[in-house]
């Protein structure tokens, strides 16, 4: 399996993380899975109402929002995305507590490293390749 992040959609998030350091951002993937293929057609930036460096919580309205949106447009919702302001793009504790709840691609990107990492948490962490 692999993820399909063109280098506009990387610049969007990358922008949108710098923008809003020193806290986390984060957004919802909207696209579609062809076989062993994730692919991203559009993103949608949410608020981080927890404004923390080190958390990141979506609002239920937002989500509904969200994948409402996803739906009307044939998408659905294939990942979900965040920043970490001054770490390593790995999953924190916390994030992997969530990703259980949300069995997705994880996209997260460190301000740190400049990196893109993408994961999903099965009944152990896989990393999934990204490729533009
Ligand atoms: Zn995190």
Not at 63 to 75: H, V
Request: charged share 25%.
């Amino acid at each position: 399996m692999h993820l399909v992040l063109t280098e506009a959609q990387r610049q969007i998030l990358s922008i949108e993380a710098i923008d809003k350091k020193p806290n986390e951002c984060c957004a919802l993937l909207f696209g579609k899975k062809d076989n062993d293929k994730i692919l991203v057609n559009e993103i949608y930036i949410a608020e981080n109402i927890e404004k923390s460096p080190l958390n990141f919580t979506i609002s239920n309205e937002q989500l509904i929002q969200g994948y409402k949106m996803a739906g009307d447009k044939g998408l659905e919702v294939i990942g979900i995305f965040h920043s970490h302001p001054d770490s390593d793009p790995y999953p924190s504790a916390t994030d992997k507590k969530f990703m259980e709840l949300n069995p997705v691609a994880w996209v997260i990107f460190s301000v740190m490293t400049k990196e893109f990492k993408a994961y999903m948490l099965e009944s152990e962490l896989i990393t999934i390749p990204i490729v533009t």
